[in-house]
């Protein structure tokens, strides 16, 4: 819910004006009628006037003999604005939809891409409620061209990957005069959006009155915050009154609180005693209906390793599915965006003109997130009951759909002292425990993520117009685009509800369930109460920090030239050239916290590191109850305060990477030729676009060999830390808690590097017809090749080659360890470009004034489509060697798809008052009659 104080401002503004004696501001909008003048008060005795009274009263009337010829003043409105946009689209040779100024300033929009989302074929992806990315027509975000004033805008994300896809929440909706989103492509725009162009436009100097600008604030606040936060925005236009310089400048603030809620059932895995892998299954997964999956499906399944499980009353459970985890989570996200324009004009003779520009956009984000999770971790091991009695699986634990193939909910309960895996001697087998292998409650889990975030892109360039008075007309662009985007804080942490306290378990929660039918986590209300009295431990196997940064950048020169001729039914030819050279990489980081003067990581050499104090936790339970989940409890960590905490206590070190960055460099050049044509009914343009592509991709892929995880005794068990708080190897460990080897010993890491190059060369015809039918009809036809590139993280991601060798997994089968062998993941440089063969036929009907109905048939078959595959059993080249993986996934180029459908929209102006006010004098004012405005559409892909 917004809560605009635009009202307000005016209210008050006007106030001010009436009351400092200046001229009323006149607002584009419509309102009753304003009340007849006061009657003027009788004069209590008549005044003579002399020459300067008679004089001043002519020039404050006017000479009805001689009458003074006063400016236009003109009226600009939301309708107008609207009837424009229709009119455009209408005159336009391709198909085209246009939002100006005024209606992006009416839309209850945050930044661009919701101003978007209003129109037909167009769908948007948010986060937090902004819209980020733009979808035309069905096809992904990264097939979508976004440019600022016809050229490439670098984006950068504040903490995802490399991608093509712009980035929307940098660009604030009220900086641009229009957007034009062109469906059918002409040679003359840059190839890269097989789903359309979009085409932002920001205002310049020359072409607006000297001071003219405006200043806006509003506040918003949601409704899962309760917090109103300012947003506020100018602009500000000057020139000479010879109208050869001007000078723009533009800012604009938006800071925002959101919360938002999100319950997830994940890693889901086919349990089954007689089907723990694919070589021996005997059982394998079966849908509700109880039948199998075809063998492309099946092989991608998961399967768990351990097969069913028991309960505390012995009852067996096996061939189901069932998530390894169920969570509720809340993110919490501050948010201030920036944005700032500079622009000159120079205009030294009526046939040049110079324009420079400068943009800065920026997103600055602070998120916590605290999620509550049940784990896997209250289940047996294995299906044994005389081993682990169930753990803490209760009787019944296991709740099913109606097939009772797939698990909707599960209970957790510690038995009492002394029952089950509750006591210290085992009352199957008699064999005695230690205190650290008596039941414990590690659930519900807390943990979660920590980011201070950061995105930014800049744009500079310099651009000429010139034309010789005659049919020669020419115009240059040269400039740079550069963005840069990632976290500069990223810290996961997570903790469990019970520590081990002179020699014994102290729980700080008798167990956990969730369940699906009602979505949500229940556990004893005391636990957070429990863990601040210190029944909690920071789970060090799950905290730790690592980021990825990225930067891209374009330097691009551009020359464009029409030939405009008279008197014939080619009206101008145009043609031109461009070159681009961009930069785009990925950096990984990872930053560690030594114990102070050493090398050694926190986790290991810090026998208090386990330690959860009070003031590590937030003081209060979080929302039980909202929109996405019912939770009996929520327990939720403070995360600055333990972040300030690690840095207080130990030595912060960025620990760079550098071998672990990939890149992409590419070179474009292209040409075009268009002809436009208007015959009187019949006007159109055909064109013909080269485009050459040079890439050069150097692609990083991290080695990792993961070796055992945890101290061990002869027999081969996991040591838990006893009291002492020293491990094995003379050590800190945390008491309670697995006995964890150093880092350096658990895994081993290294990295490699390849550098593919390559070019392609397309040429990309294009055609766009409009023929005028009784001058309310317009038919369209259009068609054209259209490429675009494969994405940037498709072609570069950071690699993952991994190891998980036997050691590894017997430490880790438990909590869901692939089974051993090599695993992997990467990127494909390799990648073809899209290629799209696509055609439309439209037509509209304009059947009244500014008034449409419109329908458009459109298909776009695509080739090279890029979809994912995973591969079994194949040869890696791993550095210097040759590894069979048990799987790879990696990105591939499919077969040819179809986007087609039809998009239907509607628009209706009517008038319900006078088209004009009266007149004064000679001063005309024109008062645009009231509309409303509808618009409808529809899309099918």
Not at 34 to 58: G, I, L, Q, R
Not at 403 to 408: A, E, K, M
Request: with cysteine; aromatic share 10%.
């Amino acid at each position: 819910m917004r809560k605009p104080l635009c009202a307000a401002l005016a209210t008050a503004t006007l106030s001010l004006a009436g009351y400092v004696g200046t001229p009323s501001i006149a607002f584009a909008q419509d309102t009753a009628a304003s009340a007849p003048a006061p009657a003027p008060a009788p004069d209590k005795a008549p005044v003579k006037k002399n020459d300067k009274n008679k004089k001043a009263e002519k020039d404050a009337n006017g000479d009805s003999a001689n009458p003074t010829n006063l400016d236009t003043v003109v009226v600009t409105t939301y309708r107008q604005s609207i009837d424009q946009n229709v009119q455009d689209k209408r005159e336009a040779n391709s198909i085209v939809e246009v939002i100006n100024a005024q209606n992006i300033a009416q839309f209850p929009a945050k930044n661009i891409a919701d101003a978007l989302a209003h129109m037909p074929g167009v769908v948007i992806s948010r986060e937090s409620g902004e819209g980020k990315t733009v979808s035309i027509r069905g096809l992904a975000p990264e097939l979508t061209l976004t440019q600022l004033n016809g050229n490439y805008v670098a984006s950068a994300d504040t903490s995802a990957g490399l991608s093509r896809s712009f980035n929307y929440t940098l660009f604030p909706a009220n900086m641009f005069s229009d957007i034009k989103l062109y469906k059918s492509l002409e040679a003359r725009l840059d190839e890269g959006g097989i789903g359309g162009n979009v085409d932002l436009r920001t205002r310049r100097p020359l072409e607006m009155e000297a001071n003219e600008g405006f200043v806006t604030g509003t506040a918003a606040s949601s409704d899962t915050s309760s917090k109103t936060e300012p947003q506020a925005s100018g602009l500000w236009s000057w020139k000479n009154k010879d109208e050869t310089f001007g000078v723009l400048v533009a800012g604009s603030y938006q800071k925002r609180k959101a919360v938002t809620y999100s319950a997830d059932a994940s890693s889901w895995h086919w349990w089954s005693d007689n089907c723990t892998d694919r070589t021996t299954c005997t059982q394998p997964p079966t849908n509700v209906h109880g039948g199998t999956f075809d063998p492309g499906v099946a092989k991608n399944i998961d399967l768990w390793p351990g097969g069913g499980v028991v309960d505390q009353a012995g009852n067996k459970y096996n061939g189901y599915w069932m998530p390894q985890q169920f969570s509720t989570s809340r993110n919490d996200l501050d948010l201030k965006t920036k944005g700032a324009q500079a622009t000159f004009q120079l205009k030294p003779s009526d046939h040049f003109l110079l324009t420079g520009n400068y943009f800065r956009f920026e997103r600055q984000q602070t998120q916590i997130t605290n999620t509550l999770e049940v784990p896997e971790w209250g289940l047996p091991g294995s299906s044994n009951y005389a081993d682990q009695q169930g753990r803490l699986l209760a009787p019944n634990g296991l709740t099913f759909d109606p097939s009772h193939t797939v698990v909707t909910g599960a209970n957790y309960q510690l038995p009492p002292a002394g029952v089950g895996c509750n006591a210290s001697v085992n009352p199957s087998t008699g064999k005695a425990r230690q205190a650290v292998d008596v039941c414990s409650t590690e659930i519900p889990w807390l943990n979660g993520n920590y980011s201070v975030e950061k995105a930014k892109s800049q744009t500079l360039n310099l651009e000429g117009e010139w034309d010789n008075g005659g049919s020669l007309s020419g115009s240059f662009n040269v400039g740079r685009t550069w963005a840069s985007g990632g976290p500069s804080i990223e810290l996961g942490m997570a903790a469990k509800p019970r520590n081990f306290v002179n020699g014994q378990w102290v729980d700080g929660s008798n167990g956990a369930s969730w369940n699906l039918s009602n979505p949500g986590i229940n556990a004893s209300p005391d636990t957070l109460k429990n863990m601040l009295a210190g029944a909690g431990q920071v789970d060090l196997g799950s905290t730790g920090s690592n980021m990825v940064n990225t930067s891209t950048s374009q330097n691009f020169a551009q020359a464009d030239f029409t030939w405009a001729f008279d008197s014939t039914w080619l009206q101008s030819l145009q043609f031109g050239a461009k070159y681009t050279d961009a930069h785009a990489e990925q950096q990984s980081n990872e930053v560690r916290w030594y114990c102070k003067g050493t090398t050694a990581q926190f986790q290991g050499c810090d026998p208090n590191a386990g330690q959860l104090p009070g003031d590590f936790l937030l003081p209060n339970s979080l929302d039980l109850s909202n929109h996405a989940f019912d939770n009996g409890t929520f327990p939720a960590i403070n995360y600055p305060a333990y972040y300030n905490h690690l840095n207080a206590t130990y030595d912060r070190v960025l620990y760079n990477k550098p071998q672990n960055k990939s890149s992409i460099g590419e070179k474009i050049a292209a040409a075009y030729v268009q002809a436009n044509f208007d015959t009187g009914t019949i006007r159109g343009n055909v064109g013909l676009r080269f485009v050459t592509t040079k890439q050069d991709l150097t692609v990083a892929n991290d080695v990792t060999v993961n070796n055992s995880v945890y101290y061990h005794d002869p027999a081969g068990n996991i040591l838990i830390c006893p009291a002492s708080g020293v491990n094995a190897g003379g050590g800190a460990c945390a008491a309670g808690d697995f006995q964890y080897l150093p880092k350096e010993q658990q895994y081993t890491e290294a990295f490699t590097n390849a550098t593919t190059k390559k070019r392609y060369n397309k040429l990309l015809p294009s055609f766009n017809i409009a023929w005028t039918i009784a001058d309310s009809f317009v038919l369209r036809a259009a068609g054209s090749q259209a490429m675009a590139r494969a994405n940037y993280t498709d072609l570069a991601q950071l690699g993952s080659l991994t190891n998980y060798t036997q050691a590894y997994y017997n430490d880790r089968k438990q909590f869901g360890s692939p089974l051993p062998g090599w695993y992997g993941s990467g990127a494909n440089a390799a990648l073809k470009p899209f290629t799209a063969t696509q055609f439309d036929l439209a037509g509209e009907w304009y059947y009244a004034e500014h008034s449409v109905v419109g329908l458009d048939l459109f298909q776009k078959k695509v080739k090279n489509f890029v979809v994912p595959v995973t591969v079994n059993n194949i040869d890696v080249n791993v550095g210097t060697s040759t590894q069979n993986f048990m799987q790879y996934s990696t990105n591939a180029n499919g077969r040819s798809g179809t986007s087609k459908g039809v998009e239907i929209y509607a628009q209706h102006t009517w008038d319900s008052a006078s088209a004009t006010s009266p007149t004064t004098r000679s001063t005309r004012r024109t008062k645009p009659p009231s509309r409303w405005v509808i618009r409808r559409s529809a899309s099918r892909s």
